[in-house]
Nanobody
Framework: QVQLVESGGGLVQPGGSLRLSCAASGITFSMYDMGWYRQAPGKQRELVASISSRGTTNYVDSVKGRFTISRDNAKNTVYVQMNSLKPEDTAVYYC???????????????WGQGTQVTVSS
């Protein structure tokens, strides 16, 4: 059974920092591309940051220079360090694990339950 369990969300003042963690089980973590998505009320879910199985990272423009994604394959965990938080970062943050079998083009796609991040004074 695959599980992705996020933690680290909460209420923080503008300019503050949070670190989200996502612990994975039931998958060969090192083979998966990992991502952090967020969804604010009334908005579509968007990809915030991703890190490939090889360690290549990508960020949405709005968080570049403020967020850092990392992974620890020994702990089956992906992190996102969020600094200089803004009210517009308020959303539910979801962890995603994705793996595509090249030969069959079959994709394995798993989601966590989400963790709330609220940036407010």
């Amino acid at each position: 059974q695959v599980q992705l369990v996020e933690s680290g969300g909460g209420l923080v003042q503008p300019g503050g920092s949070l670190r989200l963690s996502c612990a994975a089980s039931g998958i060969t973590f090192s083979m998966y591309d990992m991502g952090w998505y967020r969804q604010a009320p009334g908005k579509q879910r968007e990809l915030v940051a991703s890190i490939s199985s090889r360690g290549t990272t990508n960020y949405v423009d709005s968080v570049k220079g403020r967020f850092t994604i990392s992974r620890d394959n020994a702990k089956n965990t992906v992190y996102v360090q969020m600094n200089s938080l803004k009210p517009e970062d308020t959303a539910v943050y979801y962890c995603n694990a994705r793996f595509r079998v090249v030969l069959t083009d079959r994709e394995y796609d798993y989601w966590g339950q989400g963790t709330q991040v609220t940036v407010s004074s």
